[in-house]
């Protein structure tokens, strides 16, 4: 048997050589520890530009768009197909400087205010509490509350937690009646907090560790065990931030530390998101993959304070950043999204599943018309983007037991740098089918992947790809169809081993029984 594996091995190589060097992957079927938490695949929609207005609420009074309580019934489908499993809001930056008690009770006697990180526009507070954990309700996602620790004050947070919780009599749950929802929510995630470091409250660590203590005490669980509080995290490489919140926090008032990290090519010029060099494309992705890097040293850092795994990392934050679409708001941060996205979110999606040790969630920035969007809006018109695409495609891994892989990789080369060509993970469902994920990042080559089991015998492959004639390519309102998954011929399982055909820039998912 082991002479037949190594002549299949031996053909393949040789009908590889065709199309250069080949990427050899080992899936260790026998050595699964951890299951991938459904929450890696979750969202971040913020008060910002046109992703709660217009993007995701019209108000209650539209008449030529379908909604429900004025949610976009065309956005609430798309997100229920992508099986989005929770979302954060109100922010990012605007949720330290959101009251809470302004977004709720009768509209019209709403406080406005003003949305002073973006753009200085007037925030009338019309989508609040109700709107957004009724959305979430509707799309099936658990919502992820973002408080104000910046500008807030505890009593506010351990009040909202009350309003949205508690299911006995108490001024808050009254209030919530009163407001028309008899049942608590029962919301488990809360952050504490927003880039305490910077826009949340320029804070040094060991002053936020406080903090965060002080707030954690008045965060009373009335979901039976289910809180779950997140320490504003880490800017990208900040390891002492994670190093401190580690040593200071007490374990049992912290169940995750966010880390946050996009993927730029320098905050001074961020290049266009359509028309972009193929410079300009290598470093997105090696900044992209740089995210494996991250993930892997703030574990280690977590790893010392806590060998169990019991706090998870939490990378609220992530995606790719780019210059604003032409005559657009600045401050607004809407960006069109190419099969480069779709490359940074594969590759990216790859990096979480096979940390899913640590990493519990994660929430991409952010979920319509704003940076890496999954979902792009022009008055009744919408798109889904490649991005979504490929959110989509992995939503299989969702709950599923991971599949350790190994990787011998072959370079994607651009003039004198290399980075590697190939990313995958995998992980079993609990319907015992497999699925493996693979990434092609160069933009130039086809590359061919041989897929070896280690412990598991399968008979049967079929798949899915994403890919197109261009890395610019995207789609678009005028054609919205443009770039979207079709099925996949170019992977062949013989005698258990698996041979791939991964074209230029392209993401295959495949299922094998
Ligand atoms: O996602 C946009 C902004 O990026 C968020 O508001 C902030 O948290 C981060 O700096």
């Given at each position: 048997?082991?002479?037949?594996?190594?002549l299949?091995?031996?053909?393949l190589?040789?009908?590889a050589?065709?199309y250069g060097q080949?990427?050899?992957?080992?899936?260790?079927?026998?050595?699964?520890?951890?299951?991938i938490n459904?929450?890696?695949?979750?969202?971040?929609?913020?008060?910002?530009?046109?992703?709660?207005?217009?993007?995701i609420?019209?108000?209650?009074?539209?008449?030529l768009?379908?909604n429900?309580?004025?949610?976009?019934?065309?956005?609430?489908?798309a997100?229920?197909k992508?099986?989005?499993?929770?979302?954060?809001?109100?922010g990012?930056?605007?949720?330290?400087?959101y009251?809470w008690?302004?977004?709720?009770?009768?509209?019209?006697d709403?406080?406005?205010m003003v949305?002073?990180?973006?753009?200085g526009?007037t925030?009338?507070?019309?989508?609040?509490?109700?709107?957004f954990?009724?959305m979430c309700?509707?799309v099936?996602a658990?919502?992820?509350?973002t408080?104000?620790v910046?500008?807030?004050?505890?009593?506010?947070v351990?009040?909202?937690?009350?309003?949205?919780?508690?299911?006995?009599?108490?001024?808050m749950?009254?209030w919530r009646r009163a407001n028309g929802r008899?049942?608590?929510?029962?919301?488990?995630y809360?952050?504490?907090?927003?880039?305490?470091?910077g826009?949340?409250g320029?804070?040094t660590?060991?002053?936020?560790?406080?903090?965060y203590r002080k707030y954690?005490?008045f965060m009373t669980?009335?979901?039976n065990?289910?809180?779950y509080?997140?320490?504003?995290?880490?800017?990208?490489d900040?390891?002492?931030w994670?190093?401190?919140?580690?040593?200071d926090?007490?374990h049992d008032?912290?169940?995750?530390?966010?880390?946050?990290?996009?993927?730029?090519?320098?905050?001074?010029g961020?290049?266009p998101?359509?028309?972009?060099?193929?410079?300009?494309?290598?470093?997105?992705?090696?900044?992209a993959?740089?995210?494996?890097?991250?993930?892997t040293?703030h574990s280690t850092?977590?790893?010392k304070?806590?060998?169990?795994?019991?706090v998870?990392l939490v990378v609220?934050e992530?995606?790719?950043?780019?210059d604003?679409e032409?005559g657009t708001?600045?401050?607004?941060l809407f960006?069109q999204?190419?099969?480069?996205?779709?490359?940074?979110?594969?590759?990216?999606?790859?990096?979480?599943?096979?940390?899913?040790?640590?990493v519990?969630m994660?929430n991409l920035a952010?979920m319509v018309?704003?940076?890496q969007?999954?979902?792009?809006?022009?008055?009744?018109k919408i798109?889904?983007?490649?991005?979504?695409?490929?959110?989509?495609?992995?939503?299989?891994?969702?709950?599923a037991?991971?599949i350790?892989?190994?990787?011998?990789?072959?370079n994607?080369?651009q003039g004198?740098?290399?980075?590697?060509?190939?990313?995958?993970?995998?992980s079993?469902?609990?319907?015992?089918v497999?699925?493996?994920?693979?990434v092609n990042?160069?933009p130039?080559?086809?590359?061919?992947?041989?897929?070896?089991f280690?412990?598991?015998?399968?008979?049967?492959?079929?798949g899915r790809i994403?890919?197109s004639?261009?890395?610019?390519?995207h789609?678009s309102?005028?054609?919205?169809?443009?770039?979207?998954?079709?099925?996949f011929?170019g992977?062949e399982?013989?005698d258990?081993?698996?041979q791939?055909?991964?074209?230029?820039a392209?993401?295959?998912v495949l299922?094998?029984?």
């Open positions: 048997m082991r002479k037949v594996h190594l299949l091995i031996a053909v190589f040789s009908s050589m065709a080949q990427a050899v992957i080992t899936l260790h079927g026998d050595e699964s520890k951890y299951s459904k929450n890696i695949y979750g969202h971040f929609a913020e008060h910002l530009g046109h992703c709660i207005y217009d993007g609420y019209i108000g209650d009074t539209n008449k768009i379908p429900t309580e004025g949610v976009r019934n065309d956005v609430i489908a997100l229920k992508l099986k989005v499993p929770v979302i954060r809001w109100p990012g930056c605007f949720a330290d400087t009251h008690k302004d977004g709720v009770g009768p509209k019209k709403r406080p406005a949305n002073k990180w973006w753009g526009v925030e009338d507070n019309s989508f609040g509490t109700h709107d954990l009724n309700e509707r099936g658990d919502p992820y509350l408080c104000n910046g500008s807030g004050t505890v009593q506010d351990s009040q909202w937690i009350e309003y949205v919780n508690f299911a006995g009599k108490s001024p749950s009254d008899d049942k608590p929510w029962q919301v488990k809360f952050g504490v907090g927003n880039e305490a470091w826009c949340g320029s804070m660590p060991e002053y936020y560790a406080n903090e954690a005490t669980d009335y979901t065990g289910g809180l509080r997140i320490a504003s995290g880490a800017n990208a900040d390891y002492h994670t190093e401190v919140l580690m040593r926090i007490p008032m912290l169940e995750g530390i966010a880390l946050h990290y996009y993927s730029i090519i320098d905050w001074g961020k290049g998101a359509v028309n972009f060099t193929r410079e300009q494309y290598f470093t997105i992705l090696k900044n993959l740089r995210m494996e890097e991250l993930v040293r850092v977590m790893d304070y806590d060998p169990e795994k019991k998870g609220d992530w995606g790719g950043w780019y604003v032409p708001n600045p401050a607004f960006q999204n190419t099969m480069r996205d779709a490359m940074i979110a594969g590759v990216t999606l790859n990096i979480f599943n096979n940390h899913c040790d640590r519990r994660a952010q018309n704003v940076l969007a999954v979902i792009l809006t022009d008055k009744e798109i889904l983007t490649p991005t979504y695409h490929v959110m989509e495609m992995y939503n299989v891994h969702q709950g037991e991971q350790p892989v190994t990787v011998s990789n072959i994607y080369v004198k740098d290399t980075l590697p060509a190939i990313s995958a993970s995998a079993k469902d609990k319907n015992g497999t699925h493996l994920s693979l990042i160069d130039d080559k086809t590359n061919m992947v041989v897929v070896r280690s412990g598991t015998v399968y008979r049967k492959v079929s994403l890919a004639s261009s890395v610019q390519d789609n309102f005028d054609d919205p169809d443009k770039v979207k998954p079709v099925s011929a992977a399982l013989r258990n081993v698996l791939v055909k991964l074209p230029p392209s993401v295959v299922a094998l029984n």
